[in-house]
């Protein structure tokens, strides 16, 4: 009954609110129209926005084909197809006092050590590589060895973790290793395998090593999905280790602080949780990186560099990824809103990046350099990242970056990424190319101990140091390493024993591999992950 009498009212107001609603319907009608006009105009009066050419770049795709040697060249195990005519087999006992086969993996740098920690990252790296710009890779035939290189490390990280709360991460003592200078084929020295486990745990390696393999799970998901599968579970009971016991690794390891002290562990856990999130789309992971920690963990608003110790932001370009291309139905607005802090703290980087000297960290030939040791780093990760990062603007029709009220588009952080890469190359004040083979001014004085020693040699452990004493270049070409690099004001002391500036590292050669994937050519669309 009452509801009958409330609809009779309600008809004879029905007509002032049919009135009403024309009304607004027409005001609202004419403003769209008029903002639409407008933002037609600025539309009109900006120009179009910048797109790469297509085609291949032939010094990216010369220097891409040196690069990944030098995952060929760091190689421990029973070489398979090997084409670095100075390497051999070395470290095969890796692993057999713990009854596990260690022997596979990366040397990380000059020395002998097989250090779990940067390895892990490297193979993260190169699996994202492959998996933003594998169609690129493939059209100058990389492809196929990226994915092998990829492979020899995760072949590695999935005997390193034999059981839920134990993963291995290192072979070979640093200590007792650094007092001698010796080729691997030949070393003798003992090379004990180091675990952090639910006792002394190290949240930072195990989620670093979960990354890896959720990443390398995605690149291997369409040809090899048992292997694929493996990698995945590895990497969800890893996350599980990592999360469950928190503790810093080189707090448990006590010993690796000289090498790869860790910083802390929530950029760790945050990135592996962001891999695995794309790797399986399960909501818990984006839950994980957002609503559960994103506040505490992921200090929005500052952004740092991307570098072996600190993933925040590899992370943040990572999610901008969800943001820009997969805005999925099931996401929640707090999930969103937090996915927005991630964008913005990436823009935020990619403004730093773009801002003319002196405002920036450059040097006066305009690398990006934050640090002395190890200083092409910083700049070719931050390259990687701006790359990465402009291909997402552009699949998204994103034409626009906002920086403190200047306008930048996507082509802005390619060109960017571009002078980063020729600087590398040699278009520097030093005419040198930090990439060894490349070009004809390369370093001769490599700090790398296999490639400072003749292969047939004889000497052992202490007298081993008259090679790296020698004033003759290396005899043996570490082709693809991507050495340290120069100083803040532009200049390299090309020294065998300046380790700081003259020694290589995997992670280097990670990050410009994927730099120079994601110039080599272009392409309209970011292939999808899965
Ligand atoms: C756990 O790891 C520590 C540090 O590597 C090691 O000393 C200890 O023996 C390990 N525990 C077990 C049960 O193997
Ligand atoms: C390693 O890092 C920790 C902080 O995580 C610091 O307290 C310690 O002094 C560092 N060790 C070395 C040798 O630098
Ligand atoms: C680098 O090359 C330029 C142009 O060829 C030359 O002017 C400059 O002197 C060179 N610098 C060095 C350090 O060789
Ligand atoms: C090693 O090889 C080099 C170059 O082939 C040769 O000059 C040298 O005599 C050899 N040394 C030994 C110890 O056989
Ligand atoms: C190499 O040089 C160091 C430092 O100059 C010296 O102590 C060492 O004896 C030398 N070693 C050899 C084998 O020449
Ligand atoms: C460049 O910087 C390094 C390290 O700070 C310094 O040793 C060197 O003398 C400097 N070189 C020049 C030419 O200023
Ligand atoms: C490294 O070698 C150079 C000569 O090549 C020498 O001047 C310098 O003193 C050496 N530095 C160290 C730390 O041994």
């Known amino acids: 009954m009452e509801a009958k009498t409330k609809s009779k009212s309600d008809s004879t107001e029905w007509h002032w609110w049919l009135l009403v609603a024309v009304i607004a319907v027409l005001v609202a009608g004419a403003v769209y129209i008029t903002v639409w006009r407008d933002f037609h105009d600025l539309q009109n009066k900006l120009p179009p926005i910048r797109r790469p050419h297509g085609g291949v770049t032939q010094k990216y795709s010369d220097a891409l084909r040196i690069s990944t040697q030098f995952f060929d060249v760091q190689r421990s195990g029973r070489l398979e197809n090997n084409q670095i005519e100075w390497r051999g087999d070395s470290g095969l006992q890796d692993g057999k006092e713990e009854n596990i086969d260690l022997s596979k993996g990366l040397y990380d740098a000059g020395d002998l050590i097989k250090f779990g920690f940067p390895m892990a990252f490297t193979a993260t790296i190169l699996a994202w590589s492959i998996l933003e710009y594998g169609q690129h890779m493939?059209?100058?035939?990389?492809?196929?060895?990226?994915?092998?290189?990829?492979?020899?490390?995760?072949?590695?990280?999935?005997?390193?973790?034999?059981?839920?709360?134990?993963?291995?991460?290192?072979?070979?003592?640093?200590?007792?290793?650094?007092?001698?200078?010796?080729?691997?084929?030949?070393?003798?020295?003992?090379?004990?395998?180091?675990?952090?486990?639910?006792?002394?745990?190290?949240?930072?390696?195990?989620?670093?090593?979960?990354?890896?393999?959720?990443?390398?799970?995605?690149?291997?998901?369409?040809?090899?999905?048992?292997?694929?599968?493996?990698?995945?579970?590895?990497?969800?009971?890893?996350?599980?280790?990592?999360?469950?016991?928190?503790?810093?690794?080189?707090?448990?390891?006590?010993?690796?602080?000289?090498?790869y002290n860790s910083s802390g562990y929530l950029d760790e856990l945050l990135w592996a949780a962001s891999w695995l999130y794309h790797?399986?789309?399960?909501?818990?992971?984006?839950?994980?990186?957002?609503?559960?920690?994103?506040?505490?963990?992921?200090?929005?608003?500052?952004?740092?560099?991307?570098?072996?110790?600190?993933?925040?932001?590899?992370?943040?370009?990572?999610?901008?990824?969800?943001?820009?291309?997969?805005?999925?139905?099931?996401?929640?607005?707090?999930?969103?809103?937090?996915?927005?802090?991630?964008?913005?703290?990436?823009?935020?980087?990619?403004?730093?990046?773009?801002?003319?000297?002196?405002?920036?960290q450059k040097t006066n030939g305009g690398l990006i350099w934050v640090d002395e040791w190890d200083s092409l780093q910083y700049s070719i990760a931050t390259s990687f990242l701006a790359v990465v990062f402009s291909d997402y603007m552009f699949a998204s029709k994103t034409p626009y970056l906002y920086c403190n009220g200047k306008l930048y588009e996507p082509m802005d952080l390619r060109e960017f990424a571009?002078?980063?890469?020729?600087?590398?190359?040699?278009?520097?004040?030093?005419?040198?190319?930090?990439?060894?083979?490349?070009?004809?001014?390369?370093?001769?004085?490599?700090?790398?101990?296999?490639?400072?020693?003749?292969?047939?040699?004889?000497?052992?452990?202490?007298?081993?140091?008259?090679?790296?004493?020698?004033?003759?270049?290396?005899?043996?070409?570490?082709?693809?390493?991507?050495?340290?690099?120069?100083?803040?004001?532009?200049?390299y002391i090309d020294s065998r024993n300046n380790s700081m500036q003259a020694e290589p590292t995997t992670y280097n050669s990670a990050f410009f591999v994927g730099l120079l994937s994601g110039l080599v050519t272009s392409s309209s669309v970011v292939r999808s992950f899965t």
């Open 138 to 259: 493939e059209a100058v035939k990389e492809l196929k060895h990226a994915q092998e290189s990829l492979k020899w490390i995760t072949d590695y990280l999935i005997n390193a973790h034999p059981s839920d709360y134990v993963l291995y991460i290192q072979v070979g003592d640093p200590d007792s290793d650094h007092k001698c200078w010796e080729r691997p084929e030949t070393s003798i020295e003992k090379r004990p395998a180091i675990q952090v486990n639910n006792s002394y745990p190290g949240s930072d390696v195990a989620a670093e090593t979960a990354a890896a393999m959720a990443a390398a799970s995605l690149v291997f998901k369409n040809h090899d999905p048992h292997y694929s599968k493996t990698l995945l579970k590895h990497a969800q009971k890893l996350f599980e280790f990592a999360d469950s016991y928190p503790g810093i690794y080189s707090k448990s390891i006590p010993q690796i602080q000289d090498y």
């Open 279 to 360: 790797a399986t789309r399960d909501g818990y992971y984006l839950s994980y990186v957002t609503v559960m920690h994103g506040n505490a963990f992921a200090n929005w608003g500052n952004p740092t560099w991307l570098s072996w110790d600190d993933k925040l932001a590899g992370m943040q370009v990572l999610l901008s990824r969800v943001n820009f291309l997969n805005a999925e139905k099931e996401i929640s607005i707090a999930e969103n809103m937090n996915l927005q802090m991630y964008r913005r703290t990436a823009e935020d980087l990619m403004c730093r990046i773009l801002m003319p000297s002196p405002t920036s």
């Open 418 to 491: 571009v002078s980063q890469a020729d600087y590398v190359l040699g278009n520097n004040p030093m005419n040198m190319s930090y990439l060894v083979g490349y070009g004809l001014n390369y370093p001769r004085y490599v700090h790398h101990r296999g490639a400072s020693i003749p292969g047939n040699a004889t000497t052992g452990c202490e007298d081993g140091f008259k090679w790296l004493n020698s004033t003759k270049p290396n005899p043996n070409l570490a082709i693809g390493a991507v050495v340290g690099g120069p100083f803040l004001n532009d200049t």
